[in-house]
């Protein structure tokens, strides 16, 4: 039978919904509930193989297959006229399992390297400010560089070893400022955005588990060019402490 969904929008973020059937859902998280006591870390974020494994059987959905061909042909065409190439990265999956545990993992706004994110949602743990739920940053980023990304990648980089406390009040402080909105999850729902220009966190998680996977296309891979540029600086000032 095909699962019925429909797509809505809060900018940034679409949502489709009923995309996963329910007994798929129920499959996929009793594979997890068989598996997480292996991982390390314990959020399944190295659990890469069944996170692809995951991908393949929604695929075998029409809804799943349907939407997903659908999302990736806006975003490649995004990507092309944005990076004036076409792009040549093979998807990235996640899994991401939180509980109360992992405060650590949460309040941490960053961009996301692809173009494209899918957030499946699996499991969650009620409707309270500490359920895990998806934020986003309701103005996305116009324009950006090599050294733009890598400046605001830098900050980040420190913000996120801000404790929690503090991560909180700054994002909070940006909150009033930028505006951002709580995108709410529902199991069997997939949340679609541009995490490469829409600045995202997650709220941390008090009780229960919030299981999640992730799929993300299209990496410009402008992380490497900060890289490059800065290996480049380097080889200038070992030139120039030859010289002199
Ligand atoms: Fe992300």
Redesign the pocket.
Known sequence: MTAQWQATQVVPVSTFEHVVPSRLLAQLNETINIERDGWRPRDGRRASDLARQFAELLRTTHAFSTMEANVRASARHWYTSTFGHEPHSDPLYVLRCVNRDMPFQSYLR?F?SHVL?LLISLQTVGEDKKNGDLVVRLKQRQRFSALSHFVIKSWLFVEHRLPLALRRIVIASDEILRGYVRIPCTPGNVYIFN?FITL?HNLNVSTGERRSL?IHYYDPEMAMAPRRLLRRVQTLIDRANYRF
């Open positions: 960053h996301d994110t995490g995202h992730i």
